[in-house]
């Protein structure tokens, strides 16, 4: 899991974070479905399509790469009695523009338990199904105050990535 700013935590609490990234498709390899990117700072990366992406062969080199990353995550105090879940969900959608592009998207949620709170840090730590152990900074230290460790949390992330394409000139 990514590093994460947890804020208020007592009742409910959306973190949000977006990222832009701009490439040129430099090189296709197309029986393998990988596509070479060069990046705003110059460096390259080269990443494979898989099969869930249609319109591959519509992508051209010279082609502009539009990627915007989203992340979300909620963080929700369970009510005592209230069902443990561990869910995951995730799909692809296909671009209806001109030039291929498309979103893909993956939801988990789980239960897990405040194991440990810190409010030197501030930070609070989480256990969860299958071994899952996570921390993070807390900026609403108010927050730590009205929880303790034992409390049960459904937590929520969502990841996004819309990617679309302009034709080079």
Not at 65 to 83: S, T
Not at 99 to 110: C, E, F, H, Y
């Amino acid at each position: 899991m990514k590093r994460l700013v947890v804020g208020v935590i007592a009742v409910a609490v959306a973190v949000s974070m977006a990222r832009t990234a701009m490439a040129t498709v430099e090189a296709i390899d197309a029986p393998n479905r990988a596509v070479t990117l060069k990046k705003a700072d110059g460096t390259f990366v080269t990443t494979v399509a898989g099969p869930d992406i249609k319109r591959f062969e519509e992508i051209k080199v010279g082609d502009k790469v539009n990627a915007r990353y989203y992340e979300n995550v909620i963080v929700r105090v369970k009510q005592p009695g209230e069902p443990e879940v561990d869910s995951k969900t995730k799909g692809t959608t296909g671009s209806e523009q001109v030039l291929p592009g498309g979103t893909k998207a993956t939801q988990r949620t789980i239960t897990a338990t405040i194991a440990a709170i810190d409010p030197a840090a501030p930070s609070i730590s989480f256990t969860g199904p299958n071994g899952w152990k996570y921390t993070s900074k807390v900026q609403d230290t108010d927050a730590l105050a009205r929880v303790k460790v034992g409390d049960k949390v459904d937590i929520v992330w969502t990841e996004a990535m819309l990617v679309s394409l302009e034709r080079g000139k």
